[in-house]
């Protein structure tokens, strides 16, 4: 079964009369349960794929099915409840919440979704000690270290358990010890709760968490050989 | 959300301290603003308003108590047969110069009650009582007065109209709009002191018997006298206030000043809450990539508005009830009403939540995608 089926994808971004074409053709098919990394030169267009599978960015052209959603079909209102519920993110640089602890920033997508504020706190609290911060369930994200930070945020994207996770280079910001740490943990919690996950780096260190690799070259998504 | 945002907004203090600042200054200001121009505008009926006469007779046209024109005094005796009336007595109000003796001279406006009842004498006494008035030349003056009257004690003559006046009591407070001083005295002495005609009064101050509609009864005396008009003393006392009111363009600059005020409090708080925003556009733009719904984001931003404005009511409304008891004084009377002070905070929390707007504008703009790069 497939959790991503991407078709003949172009994108191009316009600025003014200078028009840069990134994506051309790019087909991009995922096995439920899989972890595909995703690798390629810098601008060659790899967050812009990962931000149309997250529906933070429609292609031009192509078709995308998500979880076995016609993505083009889906109101505003749809996909962002699509992110909500089913996508979970982790980015290069954590995007946390200043302001807030790390429980409070487990917190945010299961207040999103509804919960009662007990329930949050039980679930976000769990999921904390999950990814070894039980101790740190009141610190703010600026007490933290960067593998500490990650962590919050895996724990976060992980909160409504979504069947699908996109990282943009989740272990570009860390040292070459947390980055194996948090891939460890990544896939451990990936297997528990049969997530798939694609996944965007630059780090050669990680590549053997893979199932596969793929490599974005001009505009395309090909299997990448060196590594495979 | 309202956690949430309640939460972030504490998390920086300074920035929520300053725009703290400005719903307080704005809060203040218009209490204090309008606690001042309501117990200034207030004086102008202040007779009417402690006279304890539940109708007021006088001239078809009169418009102001301090300004009346004399009416015959005999009609009074038609007011009296009027039922629902329990009695109705002439009354005075007129000027007068009073002679110093220093030399000076002081305008004065001379209140001549009725010898019997004493309605309408002066009230809040500090020395003497109401009655004295009966004595021999009797007037009440206010002790706050005292510098213009040449500090006169309990006891002391002046001359008033070339007639002799005795001070035998004094009340604290009693201040009208103008500046020329009250003199309390009787009917009788009044009409001397102001040159007026034994047979002519300025107003007829009517109380009316238990349980009667005194619209009902200014009704029958407007039918029997159609020379006068008679206002109930809610109405005399708003005629009298709209008449300095309209006629002084003190409500435009008392307002302006106020809103200008308000105008410089929203701009701080409308700056601070933007500059919040600013600063953290890019967790904006992680809530909407993360899955916040549109009407979630404005919850948030309303919520730090209002959280602002219900704070800063708080402790701006804290403020003036110390700033109304150590500087309200009966020359500058600082009076604040619930409606004041409700109406105030409610004006301050709906400019605080269209002062969020422009942050909101600007999140509106943010696209989730921005996360990625
Ligand atoms: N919003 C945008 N407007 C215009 N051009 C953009 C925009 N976002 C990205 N680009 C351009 O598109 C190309 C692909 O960008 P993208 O971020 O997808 O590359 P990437 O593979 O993720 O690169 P990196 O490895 O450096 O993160 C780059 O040339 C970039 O300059
Ligand atoms: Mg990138």
Known sequence: ?228 | MVEFAVKTLLADRGKMFTALVGVVFSVVLVNIQGGLFFGLIQKASMLVDHGRADIWVGHKKIHNVDFPRDIPRRWVHRIRTIPGVAHAEPYVVGVTQMTLPSGGFEPVFVVGVDERTLMGNAWNLSQGRPEDVRRTDGIIVDELEDDKLDRPRVGDLRELNGVRARVVAKSHGVMGFLVNPYVFTTYARAVAYTGKSPDRCSYFLVRLEEGVDPHAVCQAIRSRIPEVEAYTRDEYSRISVNYWMTRTGLGISFGAATLLGLAVGMIVVAQTLYALVLDRLAEFATLKAIGAKERQIVTIVISHALVMALAGSMIGLGLVVLAQRWFSSPRAPIAISAELALGSSLLVTAICIVSALLPYSRIRKVDPVSVMH
């Open chain 1, 1 to 228: 079964m497939l959790a991503i089926a991407a078709s003949d994808l172009h994108k191009s971004y316009r600025r003014g009369a200078t028009v840069t074409p990134v994506l051309r053709g790019a087909d991009f098919h995922v096995q439920v349960g899989e972890a595909v990394f995703l690798i390629g030169p810098s601008g060659s267009g790899k967050s812009t794929l990962l931000s149309i599978l997250g529906c933070l960015l429609t292609p031009d052209s192509g078709t995308l099915e998500i979880l076995g959603r016609a993505v083009e079909t889906l109101s505003a209102r749809e996909a962002t409840e699509l992110r909500l519920r089913s996508i979970g993110f982790v980015f290069q640089r954590f995007q946390l919440i200043e302001g807030l602890s790390a429980l409070d920033n487990v917190c945010i997508p299961l207040k999103l979704a509804g919960w009662p504020a007990g329930k949050a706190r039980r679930r976000a609290a769990e999921l904390l000690e999950r990814v070894g911060l039980a101790d740190h369930l009141r610190a703010r994200p600026g007490r933290m270290s960067a593998g500490q930070c990650q962590r919050v945020a895996i724990a976060r994207a992980l909160a409504l358990e979504p069947q699908l996770i996109l990282a943009d280079e989740p272990t570009a910001s860390l040292d070459a010890h947390s980055g194996q740490e948090i891939m460890t943990l990544f896939r451990a919690l990936m297997r528990d709760h049969q997530v798939t996950a694609v996944v965007v780096t630059h780090d050669p260190r990680i590549f053997s968490f893979a199932d596969r690799i793929c490599e974005v070259v001009e505009g395309r998504v090909r299997a990448a050989e060196a590594v495979a």
